[in-house]
């Protein structure tokens, strides 16, 4: 669904919530139970030992390393120190690719908060942003961390620093008002606060349309998330070579 296009009454109506009273803790503790913590995805980082000893772990270099190591026996030291030079910068190379992508991890992690203002049983509280799902109706203002994607409902000077996500250095100017057109990069959506994105000036409603893995942050976490996997199962290419090795 695309939120910016929508009224702020009919937004009310597709999350059934109340943008005076907001959303009851039994309905609240029901969706949560539904679509999961608001939290990004990740997993237990391996150790920088472990990331550069898996390096290793290719039956193909060890035949290199077997090969340096009877070019040695043999005083063909030349071929020797290129086999192992070609081992060892194959193992950095490998060890940088990884540490980089759990790196990433990390710092996406950094930009989620821990607590929000929200309104529940028609009393503002503040909770475990964890704890936040759609439909709640979240207070923000100037210095705030956006705890999760969000539709404005209302405000006053609101500013927001997006540069975390889109790359937009300047501040964004953010209103109710909805936007006609389906089809508008994140960064012309005035109408939108995303988490991770910092409120610079100005002081807002807005309700909660997505959290954890499903916000825009969540999205670019999950991709990191599987790109990593994806580089510890073999290729093609690495099976032809596991292959080689053996019959080498």
Sequence with gaps: MQWHTVTTEALEHEFQSDLDKGLTSREA???LAKVGPNELPEAAPPSPLKIFLSQFTSLIVWVLIGAAAVSGLLQEWVDAIAILAIVVLNAILGFVQEFRAERSLAALKQLSVTTARVIRDETWQVIPA?????????????????????????????????????????????????????EVPLGDRHNMLFMGTIIVSGKGRALVTATGAQTELGKIAVLIHREAQAEQEETPLQRRLEHLGHTL
Excluded: C, F, M, N
């Design 29 to 31: 503790q029901r969706r």
């Design 130 to 182: 964890s704890q936040l799902v759609p439909g709640d109706l979240v207070q923000i203002e100037a210095g705030d961390r956006v705890p999760a994607d969000s539709r404005v409902v209302y405000a006053t000077g609101l500013q927001t620093q997006e540069a975390s996500l889109t790359g937009e250095s300047t501040p964004v100017a953010k209103s109710a008002e909805p936007i006609p057109h389906t």
